[in-house]
């Protein structure tokens, strides 16, 4: 089945560490997305990458990193520099925006990050 | 800059009965798109309906529907038949640069469905 994995599903660390969230598909898609939800509220882009070795900071990266070293994997780390981390973490993805089509996203389940 | 608003933070409705969430946006592109998702309770965001902007026929998906105005720059979701299945957080999104690089989403309207 082709679709969008990330894990764990929970994860919880200590103020002042870094943490990698998992994103990887297999629809073959060029474009990859990482969004913060907070509750009650849309999703925030963080970060953004249409093609492997290349990405792009969206509204809210400041304390956000990422690689994109393979089409298939997109990871997000977040670092200590990020003032409130605790949130919900959706990956997402979509064909090239650039071949003119709908760049309708498709999501993973999401990660809900606890730091305390 | 491009915007989507939804100014329904919440909607209730009863079940069987229709339902319309509220949406509009704000683009200086001519060719764009347009998408209604839904986040259920096990927040897995899922799409409902999308809409070609230059297509004038509105989208239709089972009992989901939408109202595309162009001119006014609105696009509301109508469900019919609602079913306690619908309770969910929906999302309007489009896809409003000249890039195509990115959506732009609402901040949401919670539905609940009441039996």
């Known amino acids: 089945d082709g679709g969008i994995t990330q894990s764990p599903k929970y994860l919880f660390r200590k103020e002042g560490q870094n943490v990698t969230l998992s994103c990887e598909q297999n629809?073959?898609?060029?474009?990859m997305y990482w969004y913060r939800q907070d509750p009650g509220q849309g999703l925030r882009l963080i970060y953004y990458?249409?093609?492997?070795?290349?990405?792009q900071k969206g509204d809210i990266a400041e304390g956000y990193s990422v690689s994109r070293e393979k089409k298939e994997s997109f990871p997000l780390t977040v670092t200590s520099a990020q003032k409130n981390p605790t949130a919900f973490y959706l990956c997402?993805?979509?064909?090239?925006?650039?071949?003119?089509?709908?760049?309708?996203?498709?999501f993973g389940p999401g990660t809900r990050l606890t730091v305390t | 800059a491009q915007t989507v608003t939804q100014s329904q933070p919440e909607m209730s409705v009863q079940e069987a009965e229709t339902v319309t969430l509220s949406c509009t946006y704000d683009t200086s592109e001519s060719n764009y798109y347009l998408f209604w998702y839904k986040q259920p309770p096990s927040r897995q965001m899922i799409l409902v309906i999308r809409q070609e902007a230059y297509k004038q026929q509105n989208a239709t998906e089972n009992r989901f529907s939408v109202n595309f105005q162009k001119a006014a720059k609105s696009f509301s979701l109508k469900i019919s038949d609602s079913q306690l299945g619908d309770t969910a957080m929906y999302f309007c999104?489009?896809?409003?640069?000249?890039?195509?690089?990115?959506?732009?989403f609402g901040e949401g309207t919670q539905l609940t469905v009441n039996p």
């Open positions: 990458s249409q093609i492997v070795n290349d990405f």
């Open positions: 999104a489009g896809d409003l640069e000249t890039s195509g690089s990115r959506l732009t």
């Open positions: 997402a993805s979509s064909i090239n925006p650039g071949q003119g089509a709908s760049i309708e996203q498709y």
């Open positions: 629809l073959n898609h060029d474009a």
